[in-house]
């Protein structure tokens, strides 16, 4: 039996949960997020909460129903306060730059790599070495910047490359000269 599927699901002011047969749709101040559901989990929309319900008790049923619990939740924090990832840039002579809608990197190759925003996912470049990733789908945002970083992961020896804000580089000394051994 999940857990996390038995809590309930808090519906905000403003948030409206739809099921449409096998259809979850979540509306917000924010935009509007869609997911097909399994057929034999339920969703009940109660005032101002949501449950998660599954049709019969089998293990399989049990993995998905916390599954769905947990996506409606991240649905409805999406369309009511978004999710953002940064990522910072570090290296000799790199920066990053916004053209319209393009993420235009200088990051150590002989040409510019440029990133097209894909739809609902938004750059922001407060400076010339920091990457913002902003929107409503928590899974788009999160693959948009894990595809930024696979660009130049960061090295552990001076610690060049392309680094979520909270990740933690741990750093190599490197080697030695060899002086004084025989």
């Known amino acids: ?44 929309v109660n005032g101002k ?5 599954k049709a019969e008790e089998r293990a399989d049923l049990d993995a ?6 947990a996506n409606l939740q991240n649905m409805v924090t999406g369309v009511t306060a978004g999710y953002t990832k940064t990522l910072d840039v570090n290296g000799v002579g790199w920066k990053v730059a916004l053209k319209g ?14 990133f097209e925003a894909e739809e609902g996912i938004t750059y922001a470049c407060p400076d010339e ?3 913002t990733v902003s929107g409503i789908d928590k899974v788009a945002v999160g693959q948009v910047a894990a595809n930024i ?4 992961k960061c090295e552990p020896y001076h610690g060049y490359g392309i680094k979520y804000r909270d990740e933690v580089i741990e750093r190599k000394e490197g080697k030695t000269s060899g002086k004084g051994k025989k």
């Open 49 to 53: 909460e949501a449950l998660v319900k």
């Open 1 to 44: 039996m999940s857990r996390i599927g038995k809590k309930p699901v808090a519906i905000p002011a403003g948030v409206k949960i739809e099921m449409d047969g096998t259809l979850l749709t979540v509306t917000g101040p924010k935009g509007k997020l869609t997911e097909n559901v399994h057929p034999e989990i339920l969703i009940e």
């Open 149 to 152: 970083r696979a660009l130049r």
């Open 101 to 114: 809608k393009k993420l235009v990197m200088n990051i150590g190759f002989s040409h510019p790599v440029e």
């Open 64 to 69: 998905m129903h916390g599954l769905y619990r």
């Open 129 to 131: 070495r920091t990457i």
